[in-house]
Protein backbone atom coordinates (compact mmCIF):
# COMPACT_ATOMS: atom_id res chain seq x y z
CA UNK A 1 0.00 0.00 0.00
CA UNK A 2 1.52 3.76 -1.15
CA UNK A 3 0.15 6.30 0.64
CA UNK A 4 0.89 10.26 -1.21
CA UNK A 5 -1.18 12.19 0.42
CA UNK A 6 -1.31 13.07 4.05
CA UNK A 7 -4.64 11.01 4.93
CA UNK A 8 -5.66 8.08 6.64
CA UNK A 9 -9.33 7.55 5.00
CA UNK A 10 -7.88 4.56 2.35
CA UNK A 11 -6.62 2.66 4.76
CA UNK A 12 -7.45 -0.81 4.36
CA UNK A 13 -4.96 -3.24 6.35
CA UNK A 14 -7.04 -6.11 7.72
CA UNK A 15 -4.35 -8.72 7.91
CA UNK A 16 -2.16 -8.77 11.14
CA UNK A 17 0.74 -6.83 9.09
CA UNK A 18 0.54 -3.44 7.29
CA UNK A 19 2.74 -2.09 4.74
CA UNK A 20 3.35 1.17 3.62
CA UNK A 21 5.57 3.47 1.97
CA UNK A 22 5.92 7.64 2.15
CA UNK A 23 8.05 10.14 0.68
CA UNK A 24 11.60 10.76 3.15
CA UNK A 25 9.84 14.29 4.03
CA UNK A 26 9.04 15.71 7.12
CA UNK A 27 5.21 15.89 6.54
CA UNK A 28 5.08 11.88 6.60
CA UNK A 29 5.69 11.88 10.03
CA UNK A 30 2.64 13.36 11.05
CA UNK A 31 1.23 10.53 8.38
CA UNK A 32 2.89 7.42 9.77
CA UNK A 33 1.54 7.96 13.61
CA UNK A 34 -1.61 9.03 12.19
CA UNK A 35 -1.44 5.31 9.99
CA UNK A 36 -0.29 3.65 13.09
CA UNK A 37 -3.22 5.02 15.00
CA UNK A 38 -5.86 4.34 12.85
CA UNK A 39 -4.37 0.67 11.96
CA UNK A 40 -3.95 0.00 15.83
CA UNK A 41 -7.60 1.41 16.72
CA UNK A 42 -9.03 -1.11 13.56
CA UNK A 43 -7.13 -3.87 15.69
CA UNK A 44 -8.51 -2.75 18.90
CA UNK A 45 -5.49 -2.40 20.98
CA UNK A 46 -5.00 -0.35 24.12
CA UNK A 47 -4.92 3.42 24.05
CA UNK A 48 -1.15 2.61 25.89
CA UNK A 49 0.26 0.45 23.39
CA UNK A 50 -1.35 3.26 20.87
CA UNK A 51 0.21 5.83 22.30
CA UNK A 52 3.88 4.30 22.52
CA UNK A 53 3.39 2.53 18.58
CA UNK A 54 2.11 6.16 17.61
CA UNK A 55 5.85 7.76 19.42
CA UNK A 56 7.79 5.25 18.70
CA UNK A 57 7.02 5.15 14.63
CA UNK A 58 7.40 9.20 14.49
CA UNK A 59 10.90 8.96 16.03
CA UNK A 60 11.98 6.16 13.76
CA UNK A 61 10.30 8.15 10.05
CA UNK A 62 12.16 11.41 11.46
CA UNK A 63 15.45 9.48 11.92
CA UNK A 64 15.03 7.96 8.47
CA UNK A 65 14.46 10.76 7.18
CA UNK A 66 16.84 13.20 8.71
CA UNK A 67 19.80 10.45 8.58
CA UNK A 68 19.49 8.61 5.74
CA UNK A 69 18.84 11.14 3.34
CA UNK A 70 16.79 8.73 0.79
CA UNK A 71 13.73 9.50 -1.01
CA UNK A 72 11.31 7.34 0.29
CA UNK A 73 10.76 5.83 3.86
CA UNK A 74 8.48 1.88 4.35
CA UNK A 75 6.94 1.27 7.37
CA UNK A 76 5.38 -1.82 9.00
CA UNK A 77 3.44 -2.68 11.56
CA UNK A 78 2.45 -5.91 12.39
CA UNK A 79 0.11 -6.44 15.59
CA UNK A 80 -0.57 -9.86 17.24
CA UNK A 81 -2.80 -9.92 20.55
CA UNK A 82 -1.39 -7.30 22.96
CA UNK A 83 2.05 -6.57 21.07
CA UNK A 84 3.06 -4.35 18.07
CA UNK A 85 6.25 -4.85 16.12
CA UNK A 86 6.87 -1.52 13.77
CA UNK A 87 9.77 -1.52 10.99
CA UNK A 88 10.90 1.32 9.16
CA UNK A 89 13.21 1.39 6.57
CA UNK A 90 14.81 3.53 4.38
CA UNK A 91 16.93 3.77 1.46
CA UNK A 92 19.90 5.66 1.21
CA UNK A 93 23.08 4.46 0.43
CA UNK A 94 24.70 5.61 3.83
CA UNK A 95 25.94 3.56 6.84
CA UNK A 96 26.03 5.11 10.04
CA UNK A 97 25.29 3.36 13.15
CA UNK A 98 22.43 3.19 14.57
CA UNK A 99 22.93 3.33 18.16
CA UNK A 100 21.42 5.76 21.26
CA UNK A 101 22.63 9.00 21.47
CA UNK A 102 22.76 11.51 24.42
CA UNK A 103 22.30 14.63 23.46
CA UNK A 104 23.38 17.18 25.78
CA UNK A 105 20.99 19.85 27.22
CA UNK A 106 21.52 22.22 24.71
CA UNK A 107 21.25 20.37 21.86
CA UNK A 108 18.06 20.38 20.08
CA UNK A 109 18.00 17.10 19.18
CA UNK A 110 19.82 13.26 19.98
CA UNK A 111 16.90 12.07 22.12
CA UNK A 112 14.85 9.84 19.48
CA UNK A 113 16.54 6.42 20.40
CA UNK A 114 16.41 6.82 24.00
CA UNK A 115 12.73 7.88 23.83
CA UNK A 116 12.31 4.29 21.71
CA UNK A 117 14.24 2.50 23.70
CA UNK A 118 12.10 3.30 26.99
CA UNK A 119 8.70 2.57 25.23
CA UNK A 120 9.93 -0.72 23.57
CA UNK A 121 10.09 -4.23 25.20
CA UNK A 122 12.96 -4.91 22.20
CA UNK A 123 14.20 -2.95 19.50
CA UNK A 124 17.16 -2.95 17.00
CA UNK A 125 18.47 -2.45 13.07
CA UNK A 126 19.81 -4.13 10.65
CA UNK A 127 21.00 -3.09 6.86
CA UNK A 128 18.94 -4.42 4.10
CA UNK A 129 19.79 -7.68 2.29
CA UNK A 130 21.79 -6.74 -1.26
CA UNK A 131 19.15 -7.86 -3.27
CA UNK A 132 16.22 -5.96 -1.57
CA UNK A 133 18.19 -2.31 -2.36
CA UNK A 134 20.34 -0.08 -0.06
CA UNK A 135 18.95 1.05 3.04
CA UNK A 136 18.76 0.68 7.19
CA UNK A 137 15.76 -0.81 8.74
CA UNK A 138 15.06 -0.16 12.21
CA UNK A 139 12.57 -2.10 14.76
CA UNK A 140 10.50 -1.73 18.15
CA UNK A 141 8.35 -3.94 19.87
CA UNK A 142 5.77 -2.09 21.86
CA UNK A 143 3.57 -3.79 23.99
CA UNK A 144 3.15 -6.55 26.36
CA UNK A 145 5.27 -10.29 25.26
CA UNK A 146 7.14 -8.09 23.04
CA UNK A 147 10.59 -10.09 22.98
CA UNK A 148 9.51 -13.59 21.90
CA UNK A 149 9.07 -14.85 18.51
CA UNK A 150 9.24 -11.47 16.81
CA UNK A 151 11.27 -12.50 13.34
CA UNK A 152 12.33 -10.62 10.54
CA UNK A 153 9.04 -8.62 8.74
Same mark, same amino acid.
Given at each position: ???? !?? @? *? ?7 ? *? ?7 ? /? ?16 ? &? #????? $?? =??? $? ?10 ? #????? @?? *?? =????? !? ?8 ? %? ?8 ? &? ?12 ? $? ?5 ? %?? /? ?10 ? *? ?10 ? %????? $?
Amino acid at each position: MTIA !AP @R *TAGLTCPAA *TCVFDLPAE /GPSVGVARRMVRAYLRAH &R #HGDDV $LE =SAS $LVISELVTNAIR #HARGV @RV *TC =SIQTR !ARAVRIEVGD %DGVTEPPVRV &RHGGVDEPGGRGLL $LVDALSE %DW /GAFRREADEGPG *TVVWAVVGAGGR %DGWGR $L
